[in-house]
């Protein structure tokens, strides 16, 4: 042991943040055990470690008794009292055991200690990190994959991209760069587990908030978002700023903003609405891109009767359902679609009440890959 050890504790605690009286306690401890085990012995020891001089020394400690039973433990009042007359029974004594060769056992102590602790160390300070970065986005670098997993290195550690996280129209080479969301951090025995996805809803908020200046600064508010990924995307939005026309911010100049995020998530279609804390202009706004005559709803039920024109119930429904399905996500009511003529059939159209929600001036807007907007 040497005093090169007290610069090493110096540079460990500025670089790795590990403080220095916790190694040294650490190794303290360590030497400890190493003594008992390396010398078979069972008493009570104290080891001192000067990191000015670099020495190290060894104490037993004693407890000073009338009687002695366990001479490993105990030692008698006339003896303590030869070694210093004010001991009196019950005082702990020290006596200095340091034995000859125990420079190298220490050493190899110490090397260990430290070592295992920079590791829980740096463990520790990438949980902190990450933890913090929950339901947040990164950029990472696809480094490998396997029949579970795809690993995405995002600097200090691996994240792991489930198969079922993966979008189903995107394939992954080793050095994309790719955005992930980070669903979930765990510390476990190997260290942080880091899982990330690329289908969650999150993932689309946080593009949203990167993209658009608006949305960062809190003047439009995303209040919902439905995806499924690879396909489509509904997010509703809103703002108390009159000045400020929420979908128009989030789609930016001849479309830059909102294209943008549909390059990154490789041609997905984005339809963007405006909020409504009237459900039935929300509904109507969320089955864009098509038009709504009419919306009858039950609150009891949280349930909705949607009229459309007979040309456009394809479109309201969408493919395979898909409108329909995403426009419920995204107001939280169901939705039940009938055309005109079912409408007047079944005598619920017109209503007294009956309005035309949409009318040349769409409230949303919908994206694809070429930047299309579908009237």
Known sequence: MSSELLDALIILEREKGISRDVLIEAIEAALVSAYKRNFNQAQNVRVDLNLETGTMRVFARKEIVDEVF????????????????????????ELEVTPKDFGRIAAQTAKQVVTQRVREAERGIIYSEFIDREDDIMTGIVQRQDP?????????IEALLP???????????????????????????????????????????RLFEIEVPEIYDGTVEIKSVAREAGDRSKISVSTDNSEVDPVGSCVGPKGARVQAIVNELKGEKIDIVEWSSDPVVFVANALSPSKVLDVEINEEDKATTVVVPDYQLSLAIGKRGQNARLA????????????????????????????????????????????????
């Open 70 to 93: 366990d001479s490993r433990l105990e030692i008698s009042i006339d003896q303590a009292k030869k070694i210093n007359p004010a001991y009196e029974t019950g005082d702990i004594l």
């Open 148 to 156: 579970r997993f795809i690993y995405v290195s995002l600097g200090k």
């Open 163 to 205: 198969q079922s996280e993966q979008m189903p129209n995107e394939t992954y080479k080793p050095h994309d760069r790719i955005k992930v969301y980070i669903t979930k951090v765990e510390k476990t025995t190997k260290g942080p587990q880091i899982y990330v996805s690329r289908t969650h809803p999150g993932l689309l908020k």
């Open 328 to 375: 419920a996500k995204l107001t939280g009511w169901k939705i039940d679609i009938k055309s005109e003529t079912d409408a007047r059939a079944a005598g619920i159209y017109p209503r007294d009440e009956a309005l035309l929600f949409f009318d040349e001036d769409e409230s949303s807007d919908t994206f694809d890959l070429n930047d299309e907007e579908i009237e």
